[in-house]
């Protein structure tokens, strides 16, 4: 048996407080999912504390760790906490597919201020997303600096079929930037309602065919697209992206607040840039600060998905087009999981 299923044998030993339509456990009730075993031992999964007091959902989360660590060979348990902010009845429940027709669920990724690496986030959550099986496009709404075609290594312009926007498959996803469509030697000079309306029309007159999930690379800040993109498009969720440093997170709040603000649901922040390991001696130094993100979601009452380590690698994999491998890459499954888990997929 893997080691995989011997954790999900040893979750099923543990009672759901609340029970559940599928059984009386939390595998059978779908409160934990998304279990992800790395190669060295590490244990992650995605539970849902959906209608539970907070006393319940500790005890519960203590109760799920220590089973995880009892399996022979499991070296460490994280346990990614998700549940409905608004407390909204199941008859409540959003619908199951996004306003787009074609697409079930829309995913946002946004961040208080730029350089904390939010499309390189954007395109290896897409490429995860791919891998855990799901039809996976990705949508480069930054209008003023598109980074989607070097990170997917795409040099051409996109094609229009029958009026239509055809996006480029890369790895597994399809993608679509107004990078795609421009000169990149020059600078898109628009105001706001223009790029709004851009962001629009490249969600609704792009032929995406079939998908589960578009994800959808915001421009930083908390302005006009992302008001237009909440408003209009009404996504499923937001994923932050922060690195540690203060000067980071003043500006992750920001961008929380706005999406609570205008009623879109905060799956919860990533941590980028989190420590670099010198791949000479090993010494793991914190240029950015550690654990600022994880700290600053727990104070806002969302949940922390995840750690991406500064490594040369990651910069390597942007600058070549293609998917983040390794390490890093398991650490994107267990965000892409804890999307899938909380959005429904």
């Known amino acids: 048996m893997s080691l995989k299923n011997q954790v999900a044998t040893a979750l099923a030993a543990v009672a759901d407080p609340a029970g559940g339509p599928g059984g009386g456990d939390v595998v059978s ?13 590490q244990a ?45 009845p199941a008859s409540a429940a959003r619908p199951a597919a996004s306003t787009v027709p074609g697409i079930r669920k829309l995913v946002a990724v946004a ?23 799901q039809a996976a496009g990705l949508l480069d709404a930054d209008i003023h600096g598109p980074s989607v075609p070097t990170l997917l290594g ?10 239509r926007l055809q996006p480029e498959s890369r ?8 990078g795609m469509m421009t000169d990149p030697n020059k600078a898109i000079v628009w105001r706001g ?21 578009l994800v959808i690379d915001l421009p930083p800040g908390t302005g006009d697209v992302q008001l237009t993109l909440a408003q209009k498009l009404k996504p499923d969720g937001a994923v932050i992206v922060s690195t540690p440093q203060d000067l980071a997170l003043i500006d992750a709040r920001r961008a929380v607040a706005m999406f609570n603000d205008v009623g879109v649901r905060v799956l919860g922040v990533v941590e980028n840039m989190a420590g670099y390991a010198c791949p000479a001696c090993g010494h793991v130094s914190d240029p950015f600060g550690h654990g600022g993100a994880e700290a600053e979601a727990a104070t806002m009452g969302v949940p922390f998905m995840g750690r991406i380590p500064l490594q040369m690698n990651v910069r390597e994999a942007a600058d070549a087009g293609q998917p983040i491998r390794g390490d890093t890459a398991a650490i994107f499954d267990e965000i892409a999981a804890g999307v899938i888990a909380t959005v429904g997929l």
């Open 29 to 41: 009730s779908g409160r934990a999912a998304g279990i992800v075993v790395k190669d060295d031992g």
């Open 44 to 88: 992650g999964l995605v539970l849902a504390v959906d209608g539970l007091d907070r006393t319940t959902a500790e005890r519960l989360q203590a109760a799920v760790e220590a089973a995880v660590k009892r399996v022979p060979g499991v070296t460490a348990a994280r346990i990614i906490l998700t549940a409905d902010r608004t407390s909204a």
């Open 111 to 133: 961040s208080g201020k730029g350089g904390v690496g939010k499309s390189t986030v954007a395109a290896n959550l897409a490429f995860a997303l791919a891998r855990a099986g």
């Open 154 to 163: 795409i040099t051409g312009r996109a094609r229009v079929e029958n009026d």
């Open 171 to 178: 790895h597994g996803i399809k993608a679509l930037s107004m």
């Open 193 to 213: 309602p223009m790029a709004s309306s851009a962001l629009v029309q490249m969600v609704e007159q792009c032929d995406w065919g079939a998908l589960d999930v």
